[in-house]
């Protein structure tokens, strides 16, 4: 049997989405992306989403936006995807990264360590959908001494008076916390991308959250950012589109990252079934969790606590006890029966771009630890107990295989 990692879903909902774009002459930023971002809004309880087309980019406009200079610092976890620290670089700041925890997300205790009067923002990371704990990394830059430390040096820095939170959502739309609620709210800004590997596509995307407390007026602001994703143009090409609207200003530096239609057409007609769609990855999940919590050697991944719940994006299993080439040897055996698994993360500090910046894995043993023995296994709606009895049976026979040394 042939296991792919993680298929798109695509039902006959959303190739119709796709064709009603394709046919209403109409097929990029318009209808469908502001469509999009409400559906988003309503699902995620947060005040404004703008859509750009993706994670990356988005992240990288709100940091430019935040007004980030060449010395400033941007707190990020060593063990994440590359794209968490390559947005900061792009901005021109500078990646700080710190260790994670056992649950594979960063720890707090190292946020603490590593704020300097220069940290300008906080990257914080929900790895495989696991949310962070938002209350008290919120808790912590609102603390007074870290406050009378922060020296802002933009407008906008001035004006929160803080060090930002930006969570890198990208793997945890519809995880909940604490009120139950799904999670996009509990941080200033919160990204989700929608890149076609994850629980939500528009084959490329991203979709920015926006909570900013008052002083900030997120309604202008969604206003501000969605002219600065289209080059600053103060009329958008649906506006400009219709007959005597053809006068326009540039009013500053932009980027152009905006969604197009026909691709948010196929995030608009998952999202309705999100919940379904939502149901059948914590089945997937729980069978996991059901035939691995009898094998002494596997260590589960986080799913629920009874305040946060995953969105199921990624099942994280770890083996006891193994040396990273075992962990090796052990995806080898699997993919000799086809079954496709990966690795989430291999840390920043261990890819030579990085290292050729001075980071080194010695400093981050957690990350270190969770990476050598990880192995995520296959999530996604599409997966009948026939499959997920053969990727159980393939992966334990693996661990068989390699713990015996044969
Ligand atoms: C996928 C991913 C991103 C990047 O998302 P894009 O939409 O592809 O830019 C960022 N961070 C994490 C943790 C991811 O897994």
Redesign the pocket.
């Known amino acids: 049997m042939k296991i792919p990692f993680s298929p798109p879903f695509i039902n006959e909902s959303v190739v119709y989405e796709v064709i009603d774009s394709l046919h209403s002459g109409w097929i990029t930023s318009g209808p469908k992306v502001k469509a999009l971002e409400e559906e988003i809004k309503k699902f995620s309880s947060t005040q404004e989403v703008l859509c750009v087309n993706?994670?990356?980019?988005?992240?990288i406009m709100m940091l430019r936006w935040l007004g980030v200079k060449p010395d400033d610092e941007v707190i990020v976890p060593a063990y994440?995807?590359?794209?968490?620290a390559l947005?900061v670089l792009h901005a021109g700041a500078r990646p700080v990264m710190v260790d994670s925890s056992d649950d594979f997300n960063v720890s707090l205790a190292a946020i603490r360590k590593a704020i300097t009067p220069k940290t300008k923002a906080i990257i914080p990371?929900?790895?495989a959908g696991w949310p962070c704990n938002y209350e008290q990394l919120m808790k912590l830059v609102q603390e007074d001494e870290i406050k009378q430390r922060y020296q802002p040096n933009s407008p906008v820095q001035e004006k929160l008076g803080r060090i930002v939170v930006i969570s890198?959502a990208?793997?945890s739309l519809g995880a909940r916390y604490r009120n139950h609620q799904h999670t996009g709210s509990e941080t200033d800004i919160v990204?989700f991308?929608?890149?076609a590997?994850?629980n939500i596509t528009t084959a490329?995307?991203?979709a920015i959250c926006l909570n900013l407390p008052l002083p900030f007026d997120n309604a202008a602001l969604y206003h501000e950012l969605h002219q600065m994703s289209l080059n600053c143009q103060t009329k958008d090409a649906f506006s400009k589109s219709k007959a005597g609207g053809w006068k326009y200003d540039i009013v500053g530096l932009g980027m152009k990252i905006n969604m197009a239609d026909v691709n948010a057409a196929i995030g608009l007609a998952q999202i309705r079934e999100y919940p379904k769609l939502l149901k059948e990855r914590k089945r997937v999940f729980e069978t996991y969790n059901a035939a691995f919590s009898r094998c002494e050697w596997a260590i589960l991944p986080p799913s629920s606590d009874g305040e946060r719940e995953s969105s199921y994006h990624i099942y994280a299993l770890r083996i006891r006890n193994f040396t990273e080439a075992q962990r090796d040897r052990m995806i080898d055996e699997i993919a000799r029966h086809e079954v496709a698994v990966n690795v989430?993360?291999i840390p920043m500090p261990m890819l030579s771009f990085f290292k050729s910046l001075g980071y080194d894995i010695h400093d981050f043993p957690q990350a270190y630890a969770n990476y050598k023995a990880e192995i995520s296994l296959p999530v996604y709606p599409q997966l009948d107990e026939e499959a997920l009895r053969y990727i159980i049976s393939t992966v334990q026979e693996a661990y068989q295989t390699v713990a015996s040394g044969v």
Do not use: R
């Not at 993706?54 to 992240?59: E, K, L, P, R, V």
């Not at 994440?80 to 968490?84: D, E, G, H, I, V």
């Open positions: 993706s994670w990356t980019s988005g992240a994440t995807y590359s794209a968490t947005a990371v929900d790895i890198d990208a793997h990204i991308s929608l890149h590997v994850k490329e995307g991203g989430h993360f």
